[in-house]
C-alpha cells in the first residue's frame, strides 16, 4: 500500500523559516510530479511548488524566491523549504506526488495528511 508520511511543519515566526519532508513509502512503478500544496482555513487547496521527475521546479507567484522544492528520487522523498515566511503562509500542507502504482497501469495523484504550518505575526 502505497503511503506518504510528511514530517515539518508547526509554529514560526514571520520572517522565520521551516522545512518539511514527505516519504513516499510502499511500492510503485514509477514517480512523475511531487509537490506540495496548502489549505489555509477556510479557504480551496492551492498549489505551492511542484517538481517535475527531471527536477523542472513550478511555484505559485506568493511564494517565489522564499521557498525552494527538492526531490531525492532515490530516497523516494520531496522536500520543502520555506524561508521569509509571513502569516499568509499559515494553512495546512499537503504532499502530493503523481505516479504509475505499476506497469501498465494509470498514474494517479497520491496525498499526505497535511501538516499544520503556523505563522505568528
Known amino acids: 500500500q502505497v503511503q506518504l508520511v510528511e514530517s515539518g511543519g508547526g509554529l514560526a515566526q514571520a520572517g522565520g523559516s521551516l522545512s518539511l519532508s514527505c516519504v513516499l513509502s510502499?511500492?510503485?512503478?514509477?514517480?512523475?510530479?511531487m509537490g506540495w500544496y496548502r489549505q489555509p482555513s477556510g479557504k480551496q487547496r492551492e498549489l505551492v511548488a511542484s517538481i517535475s521527475s527531471g527536477g523542472l521546479t513550478n511555484y505559485a507567484d506568493s511564494v517565489k524566491c522564499r521557498f525552494s522544492i527538492s526531490r531525492d528520487n532515490a530516497k523516494k522523498t520531496v522536500y520543502l523549504q520555506m524561508n521569509g515566511l509571513t502569516p499568509e503562509d499559515t494553512a495546512v500542507y499537503y504532499c502530493n506526488v503523481n505516479a504509475r502504482p505499476s506497469f501498465g497501469v494509470p498514474s494517479r495523484d497520491y496525498w499526505g495528511q497535511g501538516t499544520q504550518v503556523t505563522v505568528s505575526s
Open positions: 510502499g511500492t510503485i512503478f514509477s514517480t512523475n510530479s
